[in-house]
């Protein structure tokens, strides 16, 4: 087993650097928030924020990476729990999901295609705890438990973490095991019956032993309510424990044992009707006449009634657990690190995913278990030396099984279906697909970067990372009905067969019938290696000014396509040359400046930004006419460019102020096989490319494909700001204190090709807390979403080319009380 110096842990025992808003201790505590690059102010001395972004304990400013440090305190204080809060800080940073499963985080607006769930694709943004990376995001939306900070970096990070990543990296660091007796108890009580608490404890069992245990369970109602089964849906219901043992022989040896357990059950997630646009479907088959045929209205047409009529079963449970061995040896010149882990992911859903009261889908779901193993190895010079390095090898196994299964109701041939069979029910009623999808995913890679100052105040630090990768599936679909008309079983191996055996009306039946849920099989590989690196020149103009410049060559793992594939120009066949999707290749410049002023009372950090990518993976569409199938390939080329800045200031030992900002202009160079929007889905096909009626003409025709070149990504606002700050007024042996915390973002699209149907409006939060605290008490009342904003998070497409238009609203406005006692 390999050993090492522990690397990953900031000073306990000091108080939070003046920066953004803070809320800890009397007067320390509003500094808890530190963002360098742009990163907050930091003081000399008891309040210096250290960080671990190079693998090594450095100063925050003195970084000269792009990235943000929220500490924990900050994060209960706030409210901010859990990433999808959390966001709200973190301008550069989106967080968008429909469901556990069918998360995303994206950095700067790159990370993973919008919208899309396919086990065989990584993400660009990497996610790790106590320094293990977490192969699935799902592991994102579960609330903190005693975190001790969130390191947020952007830009490519190949060169110093283990697991490629090409848009950042999110590091959350929990609290260590402690020698000197400590235990911190937390309550909250809210509206919707809300429920929370937290408890953590540590201490020493002997002189080398230390323990640390931590524990949150939370409970609260949904805030939407399901006129159809009484339920209040988007409930929260989490449950999460965590063990730290830590052992130290001696001064330069500790080993740290690690293993958590975490559950979330809510009834979640819904998305319901928002609005409803035209589209190229003949008027009879668009919703408002398709509803009045069915006698259908749903529960509201105002979203933010907080109604819907869900007629099919809604849950998100997901469990996730594992445990890591983290040793570190001090070996004199440099620290050799060593990061065991497994982790497991069992995701238990069920959805509507027709989104309304109609037996349209009545079941759709796709439960899955994930298993991983990674081991990383790391040696790291130690010391202020004109020549520091850091060397790495990482080792990653995963694999994920799931079991997937769509079910069509009474209504499906009506709302899917024209002609004589849209008049039949029992075309598609029960029609039922079953799915089996295995997935193997192995990645080896080294790196390392070096970090040279051949002058005083210069640095020259390179970086390489040589990485291979392979990953294998498996993806079998059979499609089966049995009702009063008609009764089969359609698979890879025989639907062909049975296509031959039919003509005429009845040919046309069986081809809307596994057109709707189509049979097929297929094994795809992948296997690529890839030599990336960075450059960064850096200069520290003085102790307080430090400028840097970057230019990083980096790439994002090819994947294989594990959610169907196109059909081929029989539809009895898939085309399997689309089973693998090519890596990225990105090209990354960037410069940036950060700054301290007034006795680094004040901060002001910014940088620039430019990335290119090639074979941006994407969900695109095949080139036949006859049946259109979204899948994941690679679009030509996009292109995101920006600026961020950062400014907080520290007027006196009573206050502090922040203001933070992106601008990131985000677009498709070359896309000319995306999706269509809506308002150009659902007609008579044309040849690829073609659109008869561009218009929008009810009943006009539809191009196979779209050019989208030039439009903006999905998911990204233009403009993205944070501001707020913290008064303090001493009472009693305690601190009386008001904060406040706003963001705004602008509009931004929630569709991979921009629709007028699904721009999301810019929006506001504000969110405050009044409260009374000292150094072991903290009381506080705290409202979320003050003005009771409306806004929406997503916004989706039902399928089917109906123009209905559905929406996940964030939530309303929420309050409550906060008391929190440490021992």
């Known amino acids: 087993m390999s050993l090492v110096s522990l690397s990953l842990l900031l000073l306990t025992s000091?108080?939070?650097?003046?920066?953004?808003?803070?809320?800890?201790?009397?007067?320390?505590?509003?500094?808890?928030?530190?963002?360098?690059?742009?990163?907050?102010?930091?003081?000399?001395?008891?309040?210096?924020?250290?960080?671990?972004?190079?693998?090594?304990?450095?100063?925050?400013q003195d970084v000269p990476i792009a990235m943000s440090v929220i500490g924990g305190?900050?994060?209960?204080?706030?409210?901010?729990?859990?990433?999808?809060?959390?966001?709200?800080?973190?301008?550069?940073?989106?967080?968008?999901?429909?469901?556990?499963?069918?998360?995303?985080?994206n950095i700067r607006g790159l990370g993973a295609p919008f919208g899309l769930t396919n086990d065989g694709i990584e993400q660009g943004v990497g996610f790790y705890l106590d320094q293990v990376y977490i192969g699935r995001i799902g592991a994102s939306t579960f609330d903190f438990v005693d975190v001790e900070r969130v390191e947020v970096l952007r830009g490519p990070q190949g060169t110093l973490y283990g697991k490629n990543t090409t848009a950042g990296a999110i590091n959350i660091t929990t609290r260590a095991p402690s020698f000197t007796p400590e235990s911190k108890i937390e309550l909250s009580l809210g509206n919707y019956d809300l429920i929370s608490a937290k408890a953590s404890v540590s201490g020493p069992l002997s002189d080398k032993l230390a323990l640390r245990i931590s524990s949150a369970v939370t409970s609260r109602r949904g805030t939407i309510y399901d006129v159809r089964s009484g339920e209040d849906l988007h409930k929260q219901s989490t449950s999460s424990f965590r063990g730290q043992l830590l052992w130290k022989p001696n001064d330069d040896i500790d080993i740290t044992l690690s293993g958590d357990w975490n559950l979330q059950n809510p009834l979640c997630c819904v998305q319901y009707y928002a609005r409803v646009g035209a589209t190229q479907r003949p008027l009879a088959r668009q919703y408002a006449?398709?509803?009045?045929?069915?006698?259908?209205?749903?529960?509201?047409?105002d979203p933010f009634d907080r109604r819907t009529d869900l007629d099919a079963d809604i849950n998100s449970r997901q469990e996730i657990g594992g445990a890591a061995l983290v040793a570190n040896w001090n070996l004199g010149p440099a620290t050799l690190t060593s990061v065991s882990a497994w982790r497991y992911w069992d995701w238990q859903p069920k959805n509507d995913r027709d989104f309304t009261g109609l037996p349209i889908t009545t079941v759709s779901q796709n439960p899955?278990?994930?298993?991983?193993?990674?081991?990383?190895?790391?040696?790291?010079?130690?010391?202020?030396?004109?020549?520091?390095?850091?060397?790495?090898?990482?080792?990653?196994?995963?694999?994920?099984?799931?079991?997937?299964?769509?079910?069509?109701?009474?209504?499906?041939?009506?709302?899917?279906?024209?002609g004589a069979d849209a008049l039949n029910p029992n075309v598609l009623n029960g029609l039922t697909s079953t799915n089996t999808i295995n997935f193997d995913n192995t990645s080896f890679a080294v790196f390392g970067k070096l970090n040279w100052e051949p002058a005083d105040g210069f640095h020259i630090q390179p970086g390489l990372r040589v990485n291979y990768d392979k990953k294998s599936g498996y993806y079998d679909s059979v499609v089966s009905i049995h009702n009063a008309q008609y009764n089969f079983v359609a698979s890879a191996d025989n639907v062909a067969a049975l296509f031959a055996a039919t003509s005429g009306a009845a040919r046309t039946t069986f081809q809307n019938q596994i057109n709707t849920l189509a049979p097929q099989r297929y094994s795809p590989r992948f296997s690529d290696w890839n030599v990336s690196g960075d450059l960064t020149l850096s200069y520290d103009v003085s102790g307080d000014v430090h400028a840097y410049a970057t230019?990083?060559?980096?790439?994002?793992?090819?994947?294989?396509?594990?959610?169907?594939?196109?059909?081929?120009?029989?539809?009895?066949?898939?085309?399997?040359?689309?089973?693998?999707?090519?890596?990225?290749?990105?090209?990354?410049?960037?410069?940036?400046?950060?700054?301290?002023?007034?006795?680094?009372r004040l901060t002001f950090n910014t940088a620039g930004f430019w990335t290119e990518i090639t074979d941006?993976?994407?969900?695109?569409?095949?080139?036949?006419?006859?049946?259109?199938?979204?899948?994941?390939?690679?679009?030509?080329?996009?292109?995101?460019?920006?600026?961020?800045?950062?400014?907080?200031?520290?007027?006196?030992?009573?206050?502090?102020?922040?203001?933070?900002?992106?601008?990131?202009?985000?677009?498709?160079?070359?896309?000319?096989?995306?999706?269509?929007?809506?308002?150009?889905?659902?007609?008579?096909?044309?040849?690829?490319?073609?659109?008869?009626?561009?218009?929008?003409?009810?009943?006009?025709?539809?191009?196979?494909?779209?050019?989208?070149?030039?439009?903006?990504?999905?998911?990204?606002?233009k403009w993205s700001l944070s501001w707020g700050g913290e008064v303090r007024q001493p009472v009693g042996d305690g601190s009386v204190y008001l904060a406040y915390d706003g963001s705004w973002r602008s509009k931004f699209s929630s569709n991979p090709s921009p629709s007028a149907y699904t721009w999301i409006d810019a929006y506001s939060l504000s969110n405050v807390r009044l409260g009374w605290r000292r150094a072991d008490l903290n009381i506080y009342g705290w409202v979320r979403n003050v003005f009771d904003k409306h806004y929406f998070e997503l916004l989706s497409v039902q399928s089917g080319s109906t123009g209905l238009i559905v929406?996940?609203?964030?939530?309303?406005?929420?309050?409550?009380?906060?008391?929190?006692?440490?021992f």
């Open 551 to 600: 230019y990083a060559r980096s790439f994002k793992s090819g994947g294989i396509n594990l959610s169907g594939l196109p059909l081929n120009s029989t539809s009895t066949g898939v085309d399997l040359s689309t089973q693998t999707v090519k890596p990225e290749k990105v090209n990354h410049f960037e410069i940036g400046l950060k700054t301290q002023f007034l006795g680094r």
């Open 616 to 717: 941006y993976q994407a969900t695109v569409n095949n080139n036949a006419i006859n049946v259109i199938r979204g899948y994941l390939a690679n679009a030509g080329k996009v292109r995101v460019r920006g600026f961020e800045w950062d400014a907080s200031f520290r007027p006196s030992k009573q206050a502090n102020l922040y203001f933070n900002g992106a601008y990131t202009d985000a677009k498709y160079i070359d896309f000319k096989n995306a999706p269509c929007p809506p308002e150009l889905s659902g007609g008579t096909a044309t040849a690829p490319g073609g659109v008869t009626d561009p218009a929008g003409t009810p009943g006009g025709r539809s191009p196979a494909y779209c050019d989208i070149s030039g439009q903006v990504l999905p998911g990204i606002s």
């Open 807 to 822: 929406g996940q609203p964030g939530d309303p406005r929420t309050y409550g009380l906060t008391i929190s006692k440490s």
């Open 14 to 60: 000091t108080a939070p650097a003046p920066a953004a808003p803070v809320h800890d201790a009397p007067v320390a505590a509003a500094d808890d928030q530190q963002k360098a690059q742009p990163a907050p102010a930091a003081q000399d001395g008891p309040g210096e924020i250290v960080v671990t972004a190079r693998r090594r304990e450095e100063r925050a």
């Open 289 to 301: 006449v398709l509803a009045t045929a069915l006698g259908y209205a749903p529960a509201s047409t």
């Open 368 to 418: 899955s278990q994930q298993k991983q193993f990674s081991q990383e190895l790391r040696l790291s010079s130690n010391g202020d030396n004109r020549l520091a390095y850091t060397l790495g090898a990482f080792f990653f196994h995963q694999t994920i099984d799931t079991q997937g299964s769509q079910v069509q109701g009474a209504a499906a041939s009506r709302w899917l279906l024209s």
């Open 73 to 105: 305190s900050t994060i209960e204080n706030s409210g901010n729990t859990n990433l999808n809060r959390l966001q709200t800080q973190l301008p550069a940073v989106q967080f968008y999901s429909s469901n556990p499963r069918n998360s995303a985080i």
